[in-house]
Each structure stands twice: as C-alpha cells, then as structure tokens.
C-alpha cells in the first residue's frame, strides 16, 4: 500500500500545529487532545513518512532537515483538504442564510447582544444560531465545520484560524472582605482563590496571569461549579475569586478592581474562524465590527 493511502490527515494537522506552535504542549491544547495522543499521532505519522520530523531538546522543538522538507507540504495538503471541505459546503448549502457561533459561558450578554445586530447590518443579512459550551468542544466543533466562528477568551492558541481580540473586560476580586478599595495584584498573591472547573477559559486566565509574574497562586481545594457559586463561597470566607465585571450577578455584589501597578487588569475576548470558509468574508466584517465597537 502506497504512503498516502495511510496518511492520516489528523496526524498531519497535528504536525503542522507543532511546527507552528514550536512546541507538543501548546500543540496540544490548541486541538483540545492530551499530549501523549498528539505525540502519538505524530509518531505514526513520522513511521509513515519514514523519517522524524521534529527533534525535541530541553532547548525546545526544532525541525529536522526532513521535517524542513516535508511541512511546507503537509501545510499545502491541509490547504487543500480545507479547500475541498469548504467547496464542498458551499455548493450543497447555496442558499445558507445563517452564521452558526459559538460562545463560552465567559462571554458577556453584551458582546452577544452586539454581534446578533451587526449580523443583520451584513451586506447579506443572516441568522445568527448560538451554541454556547466549553472551550474544548467549541474548538472541536469548529475544526470540524460545525461551527462558523467562536468567541471565547483569548487564552489559547488555535493554529492556521484567524483571530481578532473583540472586547476587553476589567478583572474584579469578589472576596469575603467587604471593602471595595482597589486591590493591587502584588498583594493578591496573598489571598485564596477559589476556581472554576478549566473549560470556560477563566481558570486558564488566572493561572497565567500569576505565572506570568511569577507569583505562586492559593487555591481553595474545593471548586465552584459557576459564578454564582464562587459569589456564595466567598459570602462563607472560603476565598476569593476573579472574575469578568460582566459576570457579577449585580453590581451590587461587593467586589474590588484589581490593578497591576495602578493599571486595570483585563482579560481580552477574540473572535475565531477558518479563513477557508465560504463566509470568510462575512465573518471578518463581523469580528472587525465587533472588535471596532469596543468601548
């Protein structure tokens, strides 16, 4: 049996999000699979091809000089396999009039609000169908066609779709302490967050944010199921938490804005599709549109 009659055309992607990302982890999570399934995946693939394309180091990933070779391929395969899927879609469906989007139950009321009216100011007016779900099943679905665009928050990578952040929303602490004076990140490092389960993109944000300076984050061991449970936990003193503005129940709900060296701490939202799809064109004047009513 020839090479390319056992290509498998997951594998490839998984090659072409490696060569991108530089990295198996980050690979990884842009599809929503587990790491050893990704390096599995590339390892059939690389027997199948008969040659490794990637070399692993503590230095990080780098090509091999087969891999230099062959990815730009892998990457014109995927174009055109896209392509063909696309082509397809468009001559079976030539008279859609909707956008099927889907959301994370992070985004807020008001960005749903503004993208239902700027669908109906398109060129060609459509329905806008929602589908809201988590992270993981949003990025599936879009990889397989059964999403047109998600929004969700900006906090990982989706290799060869196009983005535009849409909106950015200041970070408030909800904490058992009534005082509503801002809160500086520096001494947040001092409380106990309670979390969400990772599939909303909230958790993911907070444990970067204090990554990324280097600042060990407390954690209740228990997790809420939502944010009106993180609400009612920090009512009973088992913690803080973070969450968008646009997530408190009511702004009447005691809460601080938290600040990084006097500056507002804002978790950003984008807009994500295949620029393969017949409405590409559609869907960019709607993140376009969305990202320019930002306030």
Not at 65 to 88: H, K, N, Q, S, T
Not at 112 to 129: I, K, Y
Not at 135 to 151: K, P
Not at 257 to 267: K, S, W
Request: charged letters at 25%; a negative charge; hydrophobic letters at 45%.
């Amino acid at each position: 049996m020839a090479i390319i009659d056992r290509l498998n055309p997951e594998g490839l992607r998984y090659a072409q999000a490696v060569a991108e990302t530089k990295s198996f982890s980050a690979a990884a999570r842009a599809y929503g699979v587990t790491q050893p399934a990704l390096s599995n995946g590339i390892a059939k693939l690389e027997e199948r091809l008969g040659d490794k394309l990637f070399d692993r180091s503590p230095r990080g990933v780098t090509q091999t000089a087969f891999g230099a070779r062959m990815l730009p391929l892998i990457e014109r395969a995927l174009d055109a396999l896209d392509a063909v899927a696309a082509e397809a879609g468009r001559l079976n469906e030539p008279g859609e009039q909707k956008i099927r989007m889907g959301v994370s139950p992070l985004i807020g009321s008001h960005l749903v609000a503004r993208a239902f009216s700027m669908v109906q100011g398109l060129p060609v007016p459509r329905d806008l169908v929602l589908r809201e779900a988590n992270m993981q099943d949003l990025r599936e679905c879009l990889l397989a066609g059964q999403l047109d665009i998600i929004l969700i928050p900006a906090v990982a990578a989706m290799p060869r779709f196009e983005h535009r952040v849409i909106d950015v929303e200041p970070i408030v602490v909800v904490s058992p302490d009534t005082a509503q004076a801002p809160l500086e990140l520096e001494e947040a490092g001092k409380e106990c967050f309670i979390l969400v389960p990772d599939t909303c993109g909230l958790t993911t944000f907070t444990t970067r944010l204090f990554q990324s300076h280097e600042m060990p984050l407390r954690t209740y061991p228990g997790e809420a199921a939502g944010y009106q449970v993180l609400e009612d936990w920090t009512k009973l003193g088992l913690g803080s938490a973070l969450v968008p503005r646009s997530k408190l129940t009511s702004p009447d709900v005691p809460h601080r804005p938290l600040l990084n060296r006097g500056r507002e701490v804002q978790i950003s939202f984008e807009a994500v599709w295949s620029a393969g799809t017949p409405l590409a064109a559609d869907l960019l004047r709607l993140a376009d549109s969305l990202a320019a009513a930002r306030p």
